[in-house]
């Protein structure tokens, strides 16, 4: 949906409760009272929820990503269509200025979009063939910064470990058309900070975000030998940086893509809030051939029940 499709569809503060409150009554909404999910009515005079059976009142903020939040509803909605709308991210400060509200505002409300995209894209595992790889991020540690000199390479305080996945597939050699296909066709990705690169916290990592019958491609980092406990094959090769593209090829182009958005649009990011803006990168990446509208996909995603 563009901007003008957007702007007919929803173009004042009523319109978009109305197709809130829908939102919310097509998903379900749980009662605190009954501890369950109940039939509830919509009241628009008082913008409020009633259920059913015990005849509770909530807002209609209430249990979703806008709960106790100020911004109403219009904006809400024009924020999380910036954010799912275009390929690249936004800066909080861009967003302020176009949504003519204060960046500590808007600023917040991003993180919250960017926790629920992580959460959702934590329901679902990576299968087939996975290339896997580590990145280091470009990220700030204020406290460490203030407490310790400055230090350079791997040790860096301004380095972040990201461990990355990719679902990646052989092409066969008559489906290629072009001198520029990578020999390998992509699927779903994702992107991990972590605390270090140890075998521990790779297995721990990787079981949670791919399948145990999942074959991995991977170089021959030592953190990487023990995860054939958690899945069912795993490749290493000792790969020279040249070669690096022909063996890894969607892993480093996804890393690449991803620290040119750290970098290009938000300039400085802080290790604290790095998961956050991969989670954004990542959500757009997984849904860039679906047939949906991001933007419904992201309030769905918004009042679904885990934010309860």
Request: glycine letters at 4%.
């Amino acid at each position: 949906m563009n901007l003008l499709k957007f702007i007919r569809k929803f173009p004042s503060e009523k319109i978009c409760l109305e197709s809130f409150a829908k939102y919310r009554l097509e998903r379900g909404i749980s009662c605190k009272k009954c501890e369950s999910k109940t039939e509830h009515w919509w009241n628009l005079s008082d913008k409020k929820f009633q259920c059913k059976v015990c005849k509770s009142k909530k807002s209609y903020k209430s249990g979703t990503l806008m709960q106790n939040s100020k911004i109403g509803i219009q904006v809400w909605f024009m924020l999380i269509h910036l954010m799912t709308s275009i390929k690249k991210s936004m800066s909080a400060l861009e967003v302020s200025r176009q949504l003519d509200t204060r960046y500590d505002t808007i600023w917040y409300a991003m993180h919250k979009i960017r926790c629920a995209m992580g959460k959702r894209d934590a329901q679902y595992k990576l299968d087939g063939t996975v290339e896997l790889d580590d990145a280091f991020f470009v990220a700030v540690d204020l406290e460490r910064d203030k407490d310790e000199p400055l230090k350079r390479g791997r040790g860096s305080q301004r380095t972040a470990k990201v461990m990355v996945m990719v679902e990646s597939e052989k092409v066969a050699k008559k489906d290629i058309k072009s001198k520029h296909n990578k020999g390998r066709k992509m699927g779903f990705v994702k992107m991990v900070v972590m605390e270090d690169l140890s075998a521990p916290e790779i297995n721990y990592e990787a079981e949670q975000a791919l399948k145990p019958s999942v074959s991995v491609i991977a170089d021959d980092w030592k953190g990487y030998r023990g995860l054939d406990q958690v899945i069912a094959k795993v490749k290493q090769t000792v790969t020279p940086p040249e070669k690096a593209m022909e063996h890894l090829p969607w892993v480093h182009t996804v890393i690449s893509n991803a620290k040119k958005m750290t970098l290009g649009v938000h300039h400085s990011v802080s290790k604290q809030y790095l998961q956050n803006y991969l989670n954004e990168f990542v959500w757009k990446i997984n849904r860039r051939n679906f047939a949906s509208d991001p933007f419904e996909r992201a309030v769905c995603m918004a009042v679904d029940s885990y934010w309860n």
